[in-house]
Structure formats: structure tokens, C-alpha cells
Nanobody, 130 residues
Framework: QVQLVESGGGSVQSGGSLRLSCAAS????????MGWFRQAPGKEREGVAG???????NYADSVKGRFTISQDNAKNTLYLQMNSLKPEDTAMYYC????????????????????????WGKGTLVTISS
């Protein structure tokens, strides 16, 4: 049984930082792809950052330059380092994974990736105050 468990969420002020972690069990990243989505109150889920199977990192325009996605294969853990946080970043953040390889590129931020994900974590809440 594949499980993705996020952690690291919390409440910080604008300009602060958080690092989210996603521990995967029953799933080995290998050449498969993983990423992060988020859903703000009253809004649709959107792709935040995606790690393609070839190692390419992809970021939504809204977080580019502030967020960094990375992965530790040995620990089978995905990370999202979030710096210079803004109130607009307030959302539930979800770790996602696909069983097969992907080269989504900018499609991480379209429905292609949204529907292409095989596993979703339960989410970790990030709240940014002004």
C-alpha cells in the first residue's frame, strides 16, 4: 500500500520560511515523478512544484525563485523548501506521486499533471500571516 505523508506545515509571518517533507512508503521514487500541489480556501488545487523523472525541476510562476523542490532517494522523501512566504501561499499542500516516469515540464501546472498523479497525501496546512 502506497502512502504519502506530508509534514512541516505551520503558521509563519510573511517573509518567513518553511520546509515541507513528504515521506513515501510502499513507493520508490527512482525514475518516477513527484511533486507538490496546493489548495487555498475557496480555490482549485494547483501545481506548485514538480520534479520530473530526469531531474528537471518545475515551478509555478507564483513561487519561482522562492520555493525549491528536492528529493532524497535514500530516504524516499520529497521536500519543498519555501522561502519569502507570502499570504497568498496560504493553502493545504499536498505531496503527489506518479508510478511511471514523467517529463511534464510546464504541464505540472495544468490538468495533465493533476489527473496524471496516482497518489496523493493527506496534506499539510501552511498559513502565512501579513
Amino acid at each position: 500500500q502506497v502512502q504519502l505523508v506530508e509534514s512541516g506545515g505551520g503558521s509563519v509571518q510573511s517573509g518567513g520560511s518553511l520546509r515541507l517533507s513528504c515521506a513515501a512508503s510502499g513507493y520508490t521514487y527512482s525514475s518516477k515523478c513527484m511533486g507538490w500541489f496546493r489548495q487555498a480556501p475557496g480555490k482549485e488545487r494547483e501545481g506548485v512544484a514538480g520534479l520530473d523523472s530526469d531531474g528537471t525541476t518545475n515551478y509555478a510562476d507564483s513561487v519561482k525563485g522562492r520555493f525549491t523542490i528536492s528529493q532524497d532517494n535514500a530516504k524516499n522523501t520529497l521536500y519543498l523548501q519555501m522561502n519569502s512566504l507570502k499570504p497568498e501561499d496560504t493553502a493545504m499542500y499536498y505531496c503527489v506521486a506518479r508510478v511511471s516516469a514523467c517529463t511534464y515540464g510546464s504541464r505540472w501546472f495544468s490538468l495533465v499533471a493533476y489527473y496524471g498523479m496516482d497518489y496523493w497525501g493527506k496534506g499539510t496546512l501552511v498559513t502565512i500571516s501579513s
